[in-house]
C-alpha cells in the first residue's frame, strides 16, 4: 500500500487514463478526488470506485477555469483533509488539434492551450498550499511523445506542458513538491484508437516503434505509480517517454 493515508486530486479521471489512475491509486490505499468537467461521468466512475471500497469523490470542473479548480480543491481538502498527489491529466488530444496551426480556428487554438496548458498551471497552483502544509508532495503531468516532435497545436501544448514540469520542478522545490512528467506514446485507450486511422497506427507500431505492440493503460499506470511514490523520491523535473522508443531523442 504505496499510497495509504495519502489524498491525490486527478484531472480528467472520469474516463481513460484518468480513470485508471484514480483505480489504481486507490489500489495502492490513496484516497481520490477525480475533477472532470464530465460532471455525470465523473459520478459513475466515482461510484463504481466506491462500491470497490475505496475513497473516492467527483469534483466536477472545467480545470481551464481557475475558480472552478479552487472549489474543486477545497472541496477535496474539505472531504480528505488535504491533497498530496495532484495528477494534471485532463486534456484535448483528438487529431483535430493535430492540424497545423493555419487550419484550425483561433477559438479551437486558445481552448487547446486553456485545457492543455492553463489547465496545468490552474491546478497546480491551486494545490500547492495544501502540499506545503502537509510537508510536500507529488505532482504528475501528462504530456505526450507529441511534444517531443511539436510540429502541431496539440505537440506545442504538450511541449509547453514539459516547460512547466522544470519551471514548477523549480519553483515548488522549497515546499518539497516533486514535479514530473509522462510522455506517453500511442496508447490502446478507446478514445485514441476509435480517432486516428488505422494506417496510421499501423505505421507507428511497425516502423517507428523499437518495441513492436500497442502501448496499453497499464505501461503508462506503472510508470505514474513509480514517479508519485517514494521510490522516485530523487526524481523532480523530469518527463519519462513510455512510447515504445519514439520518438527517440537526446
Ligand atoms: N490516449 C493516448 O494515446 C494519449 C497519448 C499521449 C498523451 N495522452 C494524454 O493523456 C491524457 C488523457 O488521455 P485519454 O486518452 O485518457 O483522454 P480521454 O479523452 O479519454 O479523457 C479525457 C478526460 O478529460 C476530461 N476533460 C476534458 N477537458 C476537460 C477540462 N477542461 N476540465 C476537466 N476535465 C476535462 C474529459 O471529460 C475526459 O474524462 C490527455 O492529456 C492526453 O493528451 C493520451
Same mark, same amino acid.
Given at each position: 500500500?504505496?499510497f495509504?493515508?495519502k ?18 491509486l486507490t ?9 472532470d468537467i464530465?460532471a ?7 461510484a463504481?470506485?466506491?462500491s ?6 467527483a469534483v ?6 481557475e ?27 483528438l487529431?483535430k488539434y493535430?492540424?497545423?496551426f493555419g ?5 479551437d487554438?486558445?481552448d #487547446?492551450?486553456n485545457?492543455?496548458v492553463i !489547465?496545468? &498551471? *490552474?491546478?497546480t497552483?491551486?494545490?500547492?498550499d495544501?502540499?506545503?502544509? %502537509? =510537508?510536500?508532495?507529488?505532482? #504528475? ?5 507529441? !511534444?517531443? &516532435? *511539436?510540429?502541431s ?8 506542458? %514539459? =516547460?512547466?514540469?522544470?519551471?514548477f520542478?523549480?519553483?515548488l522545490?522549497?515546499d518539497?513538491i ?9 496508447m490502446?485507450?478507446?478514445?485514441a484508437?476509435?480517432?486516428?486511422p ?8 511497425r516502423e517507428?516503434?523499437l518495441?513492436?505492440?500497442?502501448g496499453?493503460?497499464d505501461d503508462?499506470?506503472s510508470a ?5 511514490s517514494?521510490?522516485?523520491s530523487?526524481i ?5 517517454k513510455v512510447?515504445?522508443?519514439y520518438p527517440?531523442t537526446?
Amino acid at each position: 500500500m504505496r499510497f495509504q493515508g495519502k489524498t491525490a486530486f486527478v484531472t480528467g479521471g472520469a474516463v481513460g487514463f484518468g480513470r485508471a489512475f484514480a483505480r489504481a491509486l486507490t489500489s495502492e490505499g490513496a484516497a481520490v478526488a477525480i475533477a472532470d468537467i464530465d460532471a455525470d461521468t465523473a459520478e459513475r466512475t466515482a461510484a463504481e470506485l466506491t462500491s470497490h471500497g475505496a475513497q473516492v469523490i467527483a469534483v466536477p470542473c472545467d480545470v481551464a477555469d481557475e475558480h472552478q479548480v479552487d472549489r474543486a480543491v477545497a472541496v477535496t481538502i474539505k472531504r480528505f483533509d488535504g491533497i498530496d498527489i495532484l495528477i494534471n491529466n485532463a486534456g484535448l488530444h483528438l487529431t483535430k488539434y493535430n492540424q497545423p496551426f493555419g487550419v484550425l480556428s483561433r477559438d479551437d487554438i486558445r481552448d #487547446l492551450f486553456n485545457v492543455n496548458v492553463i !489547465g496545468v &498551471i *490552474n491546478c497546480t497552483l491551486a494545490c500547492r498550499d495544501s502540499m506545503r502544509e %502537509r =510537508g510536500g508532495g507529488v505532482v #504528475l503531468n501528462i504530456s505526450s511523445m507529441a !511534444g517531443f &516532435i *511539436n510540429i502541431s497545436p496539440y505537440g506545442v501544448s504538450k511541449l509547453a506542458v %514539459r =516547460g512547466l514540469t522544470v519551471a514548477f520542478a523549480s519553483e515548488l522545490s522549497p515546499d518539497r513538491i516533486r514535479v514530473n512528467g509522462i510522455a506517453p506514446g500511442l496508447m490502446n485507450t478507446e478514445n485514441a484508437l476509435a480517432d486516428l486511422p488505422h494506417s496510421l497506427v499501423h505505421d507507428i507500431v511497425r516502423e517507428r516503434q523499437l518495441v513492436h505492440r500497442l502501448g496499453t493503460m497499464d505501461d503508462v499506470v506503472s510508470a505514474m505509480l513509480f514517479l508519485c511514490s517514494d521510490e522516485a523520491s530523487f526524481i523532480t523535473g523530469e518527463t519519462l517517454k513510455v512510447s515504445g522508443g519514439y520518438p527517440l531523442t537526446v
